[in-house]
């Protein structure tokens, strides 16, 4: 094997698939990365046994075809300590002599033959759909921030992928709150829970931007993958049934306020400087178009009025303001409504319009 490659985007490639590499494993193969060049496509793998990674990148010129397993620590520092501006040049001799170049400086590793690289698990396009990079991103975005931070429920340590009538949902639960954000594709009836580290890795990897480029999400028995044109990940489903969260999101609720929702992140954000330490509830009272809010811990207590759409009858209701606060600045609009039906019945929070998300906060009985 012998190729010239960009350096920033080979060292990008190495550092992603090495978020999946054993650190200890009973086949060395696996405590490294697979590096394979074939049609002018390097393919850069990371694999526990449970989850992968496969990065494509293309080389600027490749004269021989091949594959070895370095060590994807050492490779990665490697490449960050190399200079910048030149390409990387790496070759492979009898399967396991490798030397990589760059400008002037030339290191000389030894590799491990590609042929004792376990099989990836090849997954079938059966069971998929596609959805936009950028919407999947904003989807993983808008829930990510409410699984569950323990494993005394192991499911909810992950996302609910849903399908049903063309509408994929996306849904994380951790007991005190809910978060739930929809979007139009064309499948129907798939249903399976995703862990949260592939959802990080892959907010890191895809774009905010309207790419144009399509990610194919495909289950597979129990794996699920994510198939980007120049990257693919892939990992085991959770076991286990997830919570019926449509029971305490399917509500009629009796009462609704329109507020701005970064003006009321704001605020929250300042009553946390006070309750943060004590894990005490706020409280807020609606009443006359008008919000005000209301705090006292042993470090002070904070009071604050700000103007909403609220024409109805006074509620006085208290809650977690960490929990409201986030779900407040992933809805990532400007307004939106929230709806109540008793001071310790759920909030609701959704859009002013349609019903893209939805999220769902416990209240917590207020101490007068």
Do not use: W
Not at 40 to 65: A, C, F, H, Q, R
Not at 184 to 209: A, G, Q, W
Not at 223 to 249: A, E, H, P, S
């Amino acid at each position: 094997m012998k190729f010239t490659a960009d350096r920033n985007l080979l060292s990008d490639a190495i550092i992603n698939a090495s978020k999946v590499t054993a650190a200890h494993s009973s086949i060395p193969a696996l405590e490294g990365i697979l590096i394979n060049l074939k049609n002018n496509i390097l393919t850069v793998t990371g694999y526990d046994l449970d989850s992968g990674i496969k990065n494509m990148i293309p080389v600027i010129s490749s004269e021989e075809e091949g594959e070895v397993v370095l060590n994807a620590k050492l490779l990665a520092d490697m490449l960050k300590k190399m200079p910048s501006g030149f390409p990387i040049e790496l070759s492979c001799e009898e399967e396991t002599k490798v030397t990589i170049k760059c400008g002037t400086i030339e290191f000389k590793l030894v590799g491990v033959s590609g042929n004792n690289y376990p099989n990836l698990p090849e997954m079938s396009l059966a069971v998929s759909f596609n959805i936009k990079e950028n919407i999947l991103k904003s989807m993983i975005k808008q829930t990510v921030f409410s699984v569950a931070q323990n494993d005394l429920k192991p499911i909810l340590t992950g996302v609910l992928f849903e399908v049903k009538d063309n509408v994929f949902s996306m849904v994380a639960v951790d007991g005190v709150r809910i978060a739930m954000r929809m979007e139009k594709v064309e499948y129907n009836d798939l249903s399976f829970v995703v862990p949260t580290k592939v959802l990080n890795e892959l907010l890191r990897i895809l774009s905010d931007e309207d790419t144009g480029k399509d990610v194919t999400v495909l289950i597979d028995k129990s794996q699920v993958g994510f198939n980007r044109d120049d990257y693919i990940t892939f990992t085991r489903v959770l076991d286990g049934d997830f919570i019926d969260f449509r029971r305490f999101t399917e509500f009629t609720p009796s009462t609704e306020a329109v507020v701005k929702a970064a003006a009321f992140a704001s605020s929250l954000d300042r009553v946390l400087l006070l309750t943060e330490k004590f894990k005490s509830p706020v409280k807020c009272v609606f009443e006359n178009d008008k919000l005000t809010v209301n705090c006292s811990t042993n470090l002070g207590s904070i009071h604050e009025e700000m103007k909403i759409d609220y024409p109805n009858s006074k509620m006085e209701i208290a809650f977690n303001a960490r929990y409201m606060m986030d779900a407040l600045r992933y809805s990532e609009c400007d307004e939106v409504k929230l709806q109540f039906t008793s001071p310790l019945s759920p909030i609701k929070i959704v859009p002013v319009s349609g019903d893209d998300f939805t999220y769902l906060v416990m209240p917590v009985k207020s101490k007068e």
